[in-house]
């Protein structure tokens, strides 16, 4: 059974969240303070967090990036906080995603069911022993770790996806909505414009010069590149 750390002090909104997990099959537990759950998030006992940003003696953020410094494993945001900058703050601090407040409980669950799902999958494509060399890049997919000239680079899941994905289909054109659809899946419901805002923080890692990329380059008007 896939467990699940529901880190959330609004206490109805955290039992309505357990609630439809449970439904569906998982084992989930609450934390309403943000100091105890950043310590439960860290032992390595749970398949996924789901956390507010907003939150008593420690905030979702710092949380996520104590994640971030252990482990791999997909972090959902859920909050109130619904502007862009909120939403482009989480994910560059290392959130897989975003779920504004107020949210259907059934889209929580389709989104845990789905990250998941992609994360077991990136771990057993990761067994490969597959090393994808790019111009000074090296993507090594058994140790899931990207370098730069030699230097490794810190990624979280989703950023990693991305790089694997377009890395492993060099010079080829995607959209935002195929890129979407290849990382989140076709049946995942959420907004592509997630999509450039990790282009962007892929960029900041790996370019040289992120506003003259030379690996992810910008069609306007059609999509994005791997340059190869």
């Given at each position: 059974m896939k467990s699940v750390l529901i880190i959330e002090d609004d206490i109805n909104i955290a039992e309505l969240e357990r609630d439809y997990l449970?439904?569906?099959g998982y084992k989930a537990d609450i934390v309403?303070?943000?100091?105890?759950?950043?310590?439960k998030a860290i032992l390595g006992i749970y398949d996924i967090v789901v956390v507010d940003l907003m939150l008593p003696n420690k905030s979702g953020y710092d949380i996520i990036k104590e994640i971030r410094k252990k482990q791999e494993i997909p972090v959902i945001v859920v909050s109130a906080k619904s502007e862009d900058i909120d939403k482009i703050r989480g994910l560059d601090y290392?959130?897989?995603?975003?779920?504004t407040k107020p949210f259907s409980p059934a889209e929580l669950v389709a989104r845990v069911n789905s990250h998941i799902r992609r994360y077991e999958r990136l771990?057993?494509?990761?067994?490969?022993?597959?090393?994808?060399?790019?111009?000074?890049?090296?993507i090594n997919t058994a140790a899931h770790k990207v370098f730069i000239s030699g230097r490794e680079v810190q990624m979280t899941t989703k950023e990693y996806e991305f790089l694997v994905f377009l890395a492993s289909n060099p010079n080829i054109v995607f959209t935002k909505e195929q890129?979407?659809?290849?990382?989140?899946?076709?049946?995942?419901?959420?907004?592509?414009?997630?999509?450039?805002?990790?282009?962007?923080?892929?960029?900041?890692?790996?370019?040289?010069?992120?506003a003259n990329p030379e690996f992810i380059e910008t069609l306007w008007?059609?999509?994005y590149r791997f340059n190869a």
């Open positions: 449970k439904l569906n309403q303070d943000g100091a105890e759950g950043m310590q290392g959130a897989d995603d975003y779920l771990k057993g494509n990761s067994l490969q022993n597959e090393v994808i060399p790019h111009k000074g890049m090296e890129l979407f659809d290849s990382i989140w899946g076709s049946d995942y419901y959420g907004d592509t414009a997630t999509v450039p805002v990790h282009i962007q923080k892929i960029r900041k890692k790996i370019e040289k010069d992120p008007g059609a999509g």
